[in-house]
């Protein structure tokens, strides 16, 4: 079974509208990433999260980490069509410097 | 230092033939990573360097594959008579030594096997 859940899959929003996406653990997180990925491209870093509660903005981007650190949620307020792409949790637990675990990822499309 | 390059972009070959990527890492940066990604899938890691020192190899990195980071700087993937399972986008990044850092990731190699 899958060590990180994303959901949804894949997510179509009308610009300007606000969204989140989840990511789910099946153990504790000692740090979560998250990150954005053009289709073909590389990863962009957008926030890591460590502590238990944290929450951490960028611009129309908000993600947070539960107290429990099983979960991690990203809310965009406001979506841009340059927004869009897919955004992936890689989840850290601490056993091997770097290696992390990703979820499958969330497609998401802003229609203008 | 514009960030992690990685070479070449795209690369088509006929299964059985080798082939091998090259990655730069940020130049203060003395961890690398190597990641393998498919459609529709998250970055599976497949090994990783601290300086030139490789420290750890996934299960997926079979005898096939093998990485070097001759001087601790740039690292190359090979990957020896190529199947078309090897198919995927080939990732590289790297960080500072240390807990939590921020993993920076290349463009990727995209491989195709015919």
């Known amino acids: 079974s899958q060590e990180l859940e994303q959901s949804p899959q894949s997510l179509i929003v009308q610009e300007g509208k606000n969204l989140t996406i989840n990511c789910t653990s099946s153990k504790t997180l000692y740090g979560l990433y998250w990150y954005k990925q053009k289709y073909g491209e590389g990863l962009i870093f957008l926030m890591m999260?460590?502590?238990?509660?944290e929450e951490k903005s960028h611009e129309k981007i908000t993600a947070k980490l539960d107290e429990k650190k099983q979960q991690s949620s990203l809310h965009i307020t406001a979506s841009q069509p340059s927004h869009a792409g897919i955004y992936l949790c890689g989840a850290d637990y601490g056993g091997s410097q770097g290696n992390l675990i990703f979820g499958k990822g969330t497609k998401l499309s802003v229609k203008p | 230092d514009t960030g992690v390059s990685q070479n070449p972009r795209h690369k088509i070959t006929k299964r059985g033939q080798n082939v091998t990527f090259r990655c730069d890492p940020i130049s203060e940066h003395n961890r690398l990573y190597w990641y393998r990604q498919t459609l529709g899938q998250g970055p599976e890691f497949l090994t990783y360097f601290q300086n030139e020192a490789q420290l750890e190899k996934s299960r997926l990195l079979s005898d096939r594959f093998s990485a070097e980071r001759p001087k601790g700087s740039f690292s190359t993937l090979e990957i020896q008579r190529t199947e078309q399972g090897d198919s995927a986008m080939y990732l590289c990044?790297?960080?500072?030594?240390?807990?939590?850092?921020?993993?920076?990731f290349g463009s990727g190699t995209q491989l195709s096997v015919l």
């Open positions: 990044a790297s960080s500072l030594s240390g807990t939590l850092e921020k993993l920076f």
């Open positions: 999260l460590q502590k238990g509660g």
